[in-house]
């Protein structure tokens, strides 16, 4: 890595300063990032999106030789295609063109220039090199207590910036407490630290809180995150699963400090280990965590894709750090990954037996987490499973003897399955740009207006229309991956016409009788985009989202016939009222059949029907098979069997939790690029594989998860150290060294510390992955244990804290807030593990979410105070209190902290800050003793909280608002009643109702402190 470090300010803003006399440039720190973020999306990887067969992001296409001389002549700016064109003052000419609205600066093209003239030498991006140990620097008039201070104090000195002295004490073990165990410091140990005068007392401190058990409970919510961890199925139906006793394991295994190594293996491919114990089968219950979609309009096999891509790209953000998702419908536009490399990843997760059907929470293969002796009936049980299996095995056999009669007499000549896409000659809309592409569909790009209208010439071989198919899909370029590129990703269709135009005739026109949508929002039906109606259309949002693809059918009064030659001319309007809501990909259709029908398993079942045995794939002879066995009732009645004796056998176990857990089946699956992501579309074939810009995965390693996992923590992949102790960093400091947890990409950010996150990566790995250790040595840094104090000054320098010559002060996640309040008043129940529990939240939230079929059931005494690790997790509906935490349908490993005032509503109002305040009252006016004043108890109160005495200022206003609190509820006692009957918890003061009620309000006021709030 080179020594050269970007400035802070290149990093924000990217407005790059080149003085005349500056040092050599660095391709990775320097030019790389301006190159991505400008030419990259034209002239990068992305072969799809390649203009001029120019590649910018590699010498080899930009050094070759063109037509009118090279784009980079090393160590020639004027010889340059490159310099000429970004120097250009033709806007035919001019890179980047002027519709891109990118633009470069003068200082960005002097960059440009000085990068060429210094011999435009290339690098392979900073994230896929190795790191290595580097050398450890020795800044002066430094406080040095490990390398870290070394690598901050060393950047600091080239700003001319200083490290802040040490915070105190006081803060010191709040926030060392809070970061390791998300809890507060007991007022015990508080004193203990205070009074211990060794040199190795924080060091101590240190230690202990690692050692707490509260420790695993607080390492393992990021976690959680990232796993996608949640107690329900997710989507409309949202089941509940028992995931539990994995998210219990995560804890232990932070607890044992598990190594991170053995981690990873265990959590992708434990099953596949040697004699794999039940804890490792346990833990790769990491990669069932994905939600189920058990809606009746989906189809299993597109279920069972979106599995394996959510494995995937959850493998890929948790390791890597690399967006593998925008490679599923085409090659990476700016890193080096294709989309063929995604599907060979994506096959060493597509072996497992899940088949994507039913909506089963516990759908197979599961684990049931227990220990104990099986009951004498199970043995019998499991024999008489497995003669109804033989003869089930039997019968089947019987009936691939007899399928291709039934064949015979099960296909039909149905017509209405007959469908030809338009082919589009001409397609242009009044503002936005129309591309076809090569399924038919067409793809809205460019300008974003308002409202627009599409005109499509088409043609087609059909000589009589009846039926006219609309589809909608979906596409990466819209919102959320939807179907517009409106606020929703939804769009409002207003009007849908189709006519005839002979060659050199008069046009014939169509007049729709009826029309049927997959789906209809509300009002908006598919008939109001024919009723010559501006203010009505055809909208799709379903359940607030927009999760699949759609289609509209419109069947014609009478067939059209379409003479040779004739082109058959599409309007599309989109005049609604609400801003963007035009449909952004589409496909069209004709068909003679009259009044067809939506698509169905049906016509899925007759196209396959209708191919030569020989000539089917294999999921089309599964999908014949299966409709043959389901059309035998003694085939249902033999499944029925074995499934009752199967469920008698599971419901002797029905008292222990089973949770999701991998599998490989014996037999393996083939896997197939998806054409545009879309289940169905299967290109070519490929084997299991890693991307070719990160090390080659050896034939020596297992060709499956397990060897994926053991070449992921292999010492020569560049990545996943450093990726694991950025997230761990981000954990502790707010902000990762990289700020984009997610990406570590060519359009993330460059590292302003890239030595020190290299120095962590190596130390990580040479440790032997050993997490406390890494926790340890980043907490027991100068660096962390610096005040947040800061100047005017050093805030207008470095707002953000990126260089890091102050202490980090963010405000705390909504979970560590709640178990802050609970844990100073004296409320948390410190029970480890079990069951999820349902504490205190607004009435009607899942009923509203799953149209009443869930009713939230609050849970009762101890439930109500349990860390809020604990609290079941609805997917469609996580826990309000819980705002800024991910909902857990995708990985997240972003940090999503928030200062909203709306945030005040929970913590000032919501039963459990309420309650907790009347505790916490209760606990420090005992902590102060019989006959206390309130001066003690207000003083008492605040150490809990804050782990630190108010000052003579702060103790004036708490006691003002005490005693016009006390003024109120002397002269209201029924207010002061009520007011102390929130939550369940018993009072147990012995202090009047006036004066407690006055002590909780001031308590309530502490807890909603700004200091409170924040980790300072």
């Known amino acids: 890595m080179s020594p050269r470090y970007p400035s802070l300010l290149f990093l924000l803003t990217l407005q790059l300063l080149a003085p005349a006399n500056a040092e050599p440039l660095d391709f990775n720190l320097d030019v790389r990032p301006l190159l991505s973020d400008r030419c990259f999306k034209c002239h990068g990887f992305d072969k799809n999106t390649r203009e001029s067969e120019l590649r910018l992001d590699v010498p080899e296409g930009a050094f070759a030789d063109r037509d009118g001389g090279q784009a980079i002549v090393p160590g020639n700016p004027e010889e340059s295609l490159v310099w000429q064109r970004i120097t250009s003052t033709d806007p035919d000419d001019v890179m980047p063109p002027p519709d891109s609205h990118l633009k470069l600066n003068e200082n960005e093209k002097q960059l440009i220039r000085q990068w060429i003239a210094e011999g435009a030498e290339y690098k392979k991006h900073w994230a896929l090199i190795a790191p290595e140990r580097p050398e450890i620097p020795k800044p002066v008039n430094a406080t040095i207590h490990n390398p870290i201070d070394a690598f901050i104090a060393h950047r600091l000195l080239r700003d001319d910036l200083r490290q802040s002295p040490a915070a105190d004490n006081l803060t010191l073990i709040r926030r060392l407490s809070l970061d390791l165990r998300g809890l507060p410091p007991t007022p015990e140990e508080v004193t203990t630290f205070l009074d211990d005068d060794s040199p190795d007392a924080y060091a101590k401190l240190v230690d202990r809180f690692l050692a707490d058990p509260s420790y695993g409970e607080r390492m393992a919510w990021p976690w959680l995150n990232a796993s996608r961890y949640a107690d329900s199925n997710g989507y409309q139906g949202d089941g509940e699963r028992t995931m539990w006793p994995w998210r219990d394991w995560v804890v232990d295994a932070f607890n044992r400090n598990i190594p991170w190594d053995d981690l990873t293996i265990w959590q992708l491919a434990g099953d596949l280990l040697p004699n794999a114990t039940d804890e490792q089968r346990l833990a790769t219950g990491f990669l069932r965590n994905h939600p189920i979609n058990g809606e009746g309009g989906r189809i299993a096999e597109e279920n069972r894709v979106d599995y394996v891509m959510d494995m995937t790209e959850t493998t890929g953000t948790v390791w890597l750090a690399l967006t593998f998702n925008c490679c599923r419908c085409h090659d990476h536009k700016y890193d080096s990954l294709t989309q063929e490399e995604y599907y060979q990843l994506s096959a060493f997760f597509n072996q497992t037996p899940v088949n994507g059907s039913g909506r089963d929470p516990r759908t197979p293969p599961v684990l049931a987490v227990a220990s104990g002796a099986r009951k004498a009936e199970e043995v019998a049980l499991k024999k008489e499973i497995a003669a109804l299996r033989e003869d089930f095995v039997s019968f089947e056999k019987e009936l691939i003897a007899k399928q291709p009669t039934w064949e015979k007499s099960r296909r039909t000549e149905n017509t209405e399955l007959d469908w030809t896409v338009l082919s589009i000659n001409s397609a242009k809309a009044d503002k936005q740009e129309l591309g076809v592409l090569e399924d038919g569909s067409v793809l809205a790009s460019g300008d974003n207006p308002k409202n627009d209208v599409y005109n499509l010439s088409t043609e087609t071989n059909l000589r009589s229309i009846a039926s006219i198919r609309l589809e909608a899909i979906r596409h990466e370029s819209m919102t959320n991956g939807y179907l517009a590129r409106s606020d929703s990703g939804n769009f409002v269709l207003t009007d849908f016409k189709i006519r005839v135009q002979p060659l050199g005739g008069t046009a014939i026109h169509s007049k729709f009788k009826s029309a049927i949508a997959s789906y209809e929002q509300g009002d908006h039906k598919i008939t109001k985009t024919y009723d010559s109606k501006a203010d009505t259309g055809w909208a799709v949002y379903e359940n607030n989202q927009i999760n699949r693809d759609h289609e509209a059918i419109f069947h014609l009064e009478k067939p059209i016939e379409v003479p040779e030659h004739a082109s058959v001319i599409v309007t599309m309007r989109h005049d609604s009222q609400h801003d963007k809501h035009n449909l952004g990909r589409f496909r069209i259709s004709v068909s003679s059949t009259p009044d067809a029908k939506l698509s169905t398993g049906e016509r899925l079942l007759q196209e396959a029907l209708a191919i030569e045995p020989a000539k089917r794939s294999k999921e089309d002879s599964s999908l014949i098979a299966i409709a043959h066995r389901e059309a035998t009732p003694r085939h249902a009645e033999l499944k029925k069997l074995i499934a009752d004796k199967e469920n008698e056998l599971n419901s002797n176990r029905k008292d222990l939790p089973k949770v999701m857990v991998m599998e490989d089946m014996d037999k393996k699956r083939k896997t197939y690029i998806l054409d545009v992501g879309v289940y169905d579309k299967r290109g070519k074939e490929v084997e299991i594989g890693t991307p070719a810009a990160l090390p080659a995965f050896s034939s020596d390693l297992p060709q499956n998860r397990l060897g994926l996992a053991k070449w992921l923590t292999n010492g020569e992949n560049p990545l996943t150290a450093r990726v694991t102790v950025n997230r761990f960093w981000q954990q502790l400091f707010g902000v990762g060294l990289i700020k984009s947890p997610e990406n570590f990409g060519v359009q993330s950010e460059v590292p302003i510390h890239p030595r020190l996150l290299d120095w962590l990566a190596v130390e990580f790995q040479e440790g032997g992955w050993d997490v406390k250790k890494l926790i340890r040595t980043l907490v027991n840094s100068h ?90 997790w609805r997917r469609i509906a996580a826990p309000p209190m819980f705002f800024d935490n991910p909902g857990r349908e995708t990985c997240s490993v972003t940090i999503s902290l928030t200062n909203t005032p709306l945030h005040a509503l929970s913590t000032l109002n919501d039963t459990t800050y309420v309650e907790a305040a009347r505790a916490l009252a209760d606990r420090a006016a005992s902590l102060a003793g019989v006959d206390s004043k309130p001066a003690s108890q207000i003083a008492h109160a605040f150490q809990l909280v804050v782990a630190r005495n108010p000052s003579e200022q702060e103790h004036e206003i708490l006691e003002h608002i005490y005693n016009r609190a006390q003024v109120r509820f002397t002269a209201d006692p029924g207010a002061a009643a009520n007011f102390l009957k929130n939550g369940e918890s018993p009072r147990n003061s012995e202090l009047p109702e006036s004066q407690h009620a006055a002590l909780a309000t001031v308590c309530l006021g502490i807890l909603n402190l700004d200091e409170a709030l924040t980790r300072e």
């Open 783 to 872: 660096t962390y244990r610096q005040s947040s104090r800061v100047s005017a000054d050093l805030l207008e320098v470095d707002p953000a804290n990126r260089l890091l010559a102050r202490g980090a002060r963010y405000r705390m996640p909504a979970w560590m807030i709640r178990d802050q309040a609970l844990s100073a008043s004296g409320l948390l129940v410190d029970k480890k593990g079990g069951a999820p529990v349902n504490s205190y939240q607004p009435e009607g939230i899942w009923a509203e979410a799953t149209f009443g079929k869930k009713r939230y059931s609050r849970g009762k005494g101890d439930e109500l105070y349990r860390r809020s690790i604990y609290s079941f």
